[in-house]
């Protein structure tokens, strides 16, 4: 047994590393923006020190979730290809809403990850866009400048929401399973709930189980 | 306080730009150098030095030839696009005499307000990383002067006065001669108004905009997009907490004895 005992690895380090540069960027990006939309909300601004400084913040911090959204998407893309099974799991509300005893065996993400996944993908392209047009606003036409800010906040507008979904199923909502992001491991019992298809491939490729397969 | 409008009766204008001078002066704004274009208009737009301009257009209309002269400022709208879009509180604010006044120390040059603005005033200090507009002279009217630009004013083409006196003069002044009052769009009011010649057209002045109004895309970022980040934030977190407390977590299921 190794120093992790019965545990299995479900995450490398640089998936670990890039998850927590995007989620973390996102989020103060998310909370800055959020400052900006609400002036009645200005004291983020004071505490970070005035709205000048937080602009600036607010588009180093966009950089960051613009590169690290980049890799990522090249990194989890595969993982995230949707396959016929998906459907019957989406009709049985991933077995969050009632009672399911036959949910199909998931692979290494379920359908609600993937549509997450899509959804940050489709709403991150949107804002990164946007925001590219916002920081020189005058060199584009009119029009499209306009639309940049009204897209800019709409997406948020569903990225926002999702956020939370996510944080929620990561966290409270689904016990064991915020460490595949701390620690990179989880255990068995975790992964036959989770991932029961990913982990019978996973334990006949290395017999002994302890190895780096994510 | 009393809501201000400045009217500016462009049939009366001699394109002398005794307002463009005396702005720069009460504003201390410093001078460029222009070049001749072919044209009276010089320097050829508003800038961040040039809050207010006299426009210059030649239009051939029923074999007559019109020269159009015409001081092109700041609107001071009575719901301001460029306010909406400012996410910089204190930074543009409207005042009660009817002035959107800038102050340049709380903007922090995001130049959301210039794409915003449906008559395209607002210009780019890109040496300060600033917006910089007219403001009506605001510390004049609260001192009981009128704007520098009227003051200065030797045809009478620039006057000033309450709402309700400027109201009425303009629509005498349009009954006389024959002319039209801009904007007329009485969902976008202004504290600037136009009494356009009847001879020509709106669409006959250059950087005039023959529709103002609110941009959709600005109603639907500050007016349905800015509540609902929140409202589906916070929506989605109420939903999540009741499902933790109705349906309750996902648990692991422990198939194995002597498992965690
Ligand atoms: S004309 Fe433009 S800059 Fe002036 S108050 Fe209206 S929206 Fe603002
Ligand atoms: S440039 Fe200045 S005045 Fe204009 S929207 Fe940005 S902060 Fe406000």
């Keep these: ?214 | 306080m009393a809501e201000y409008i400045k009217l500016i009766d462009v049939t009366k204008c001699t394109g002398c730009r005794g307002c463009q001078v005396a702005c720069k002066q009460w504003n201390s704004l410093p001078a460029v150098d222009t070049m001749f274009t072919g044209s009276l208009q010089n320097p050829k737009d508003l800038n961040y030095n040039t809050w207010c301009l006299i426009r210059f257009d030649e239009v051939e209309k029923d074999g007559k030839l019109n020269w159009l002269m015409r001081h092109d400022a700041c609107m001071h709208c009575e719901t301001p696009a460029c306010a909406k879009a400012c996410p910089s509180p204190g930074a543009l604010t409207k005042n009660e005499n009817g002035s959107v006044v800038h102050n340049p120390a709380y903007c922090i040059g995001c130049r959301s307000c210039i794409v915003a603005c449906p008559f395209d005033i607002p210009r780019n200090d890109k040496a300060l990383e600033k917006m910089a507009k007219c403001s009506l002279c605001h510390d004049r009217i609260d001192d009981g002067k009128k704007p520098a630009c009227v003051t200065a004013c030797p045809t009478g083409c620039l006057t000033f006065g309450t709402k309700e006196e400027m109201l009425k003069a303009a629509e005498k002044r349009a009954e006389k001669v024959k002319g039209v009052i801009y904007p007329a769009n009485p969902h976008y009011e202004t504290h600037v108004m136009y009494i356009l010649p009847g001879t020509v057209g709106v669409e006959d002045f250059s950087h005039m905009n023959p529709h103002p109004k609110m941009p959709a895309t600005l109603y639907w970022w500050k007016n349905l997009f800015k509540p609902f980040t929140l409202i589906g934030i916070a929506g989605v977190a109420g939903a999540a907490f009741l499902h933790y407390i109705i349906k309750g977590p996902h648990r692991v299921h422990e198939k194995k004895e002597g498992g965690e």
């Design chain 1, 1 to 214: 047994m190794s120093a992790h005992g019965d545990m299995i690895k479900v995450t490398d380090g640089i998936e670990r590393v890039v998850h927590w540069i995007l989620a973390g960027s996102c989020l103060f990006c998310l909370i800055t923006g959020i400052g900006f939309m609400y002036h009645s909300w200005s004291f983020i601004a004071t505490f970070l020190g005035g709205p000048y400084a937080m602009k600036w913040m607010h588009i180093f911090s966009g950089l960051a979730f613009a590169v690290s959204f980049v890799y990522s998407f090249f990194m989890w893309k595969k993982d995230c290809q949707f396959e016929s099974q998906d459907l019957q799991w989406v009709l049985k509300g991933g077995g969050y809403l009632w009672n399911v005893k036959d949910l199909p065996p998931v692979y290494k993400y379920n359908a609600g990850q993937k549509a997450f996944f899509w959804i940050l993908v489709a709403c991150a392209i949107v804002i990164i866009a946007s925001g590219v047009v916002m920081l020189n606003p005058l060199y584009y036409p009119v029009v499209m400048a306009r639309f940049a800010y009204m897209l800019h906040a709409g997406a948020v507008v569903l990225l926002g929401a999702f956020i939370v979904v996510h944080i929620y199923l990561g966290t409270a909502g689904n016990p064991g399973t915020v460490s595949a992001m701390l620690t990179g491991y989880v255990s068995r019992p975790w992964c036959e709930t989770h991932c029961p298809r990913w982990l019978a491939d996973r334990d006949s490729w290395k017999p002994g189980g302890e190895k780096d397969v994510a």
